[in-house]
């Protein structure tokens, strides 16, 4: 994919020339938050404790209200997919992520590239650039969807070069 571009303003980080399946992975992050595939859950809310009365405790503890997180990240990405704008001129979308916001879609899109991570059987050296071609079709899909949230991340954490007051940088998702 290519012709995204990000800004940073000051209410958030405008995102455009979203492609159709940029829109559509990202409206496939809040599915992914509240998914109950085993796969999933198991990799969202893994055990932690050593013994096995400790990690009751804590699932019994802790887990709900970890649910509960995840539920309210997946309910706010989701309405702010809902101030999606279509660009006119070349049928892409733009969307805005309000600055108060970033903290929420950065444990979302974390926890939607796991759950996509699980979902297509992938192992670490699948992520590598070399391995791509090896990998089955939706297995190349879901590499490239985890590269899209990947780089969204990275603009929400400042690693890639956006300048305050709207000035926009392009940058390649591949």
Known sequence: MTGLWAARLDEGYLFGGL????VETLKGVPMLLESTDARVRRRLLPETCDTPEDEEHWRQHAVPELERLFLSRAQLVRRDLGSLQKLGFDGSSALLI???????????????RLAL???????????????FDALKPKQQEAVARIDLLAAIQAVLLGD?????????HDFVIE
């Open 19 to 22: 492609p159709a399946v940029a």
């Open 160 to 168: 890639f070069e956006v300048e305050d007051g709207g000035s926009i």
């Open 117 to 131: 991570f699980v979902l297509n059987d992938l192992g670490a050296k699948d992520l590598e650039g070399d391995r």
């Open 98 to 112: 309000p600055h108060e916001h970033s903290s929420a879609w950065l444990a979302a899109l974390n926890a939607a």
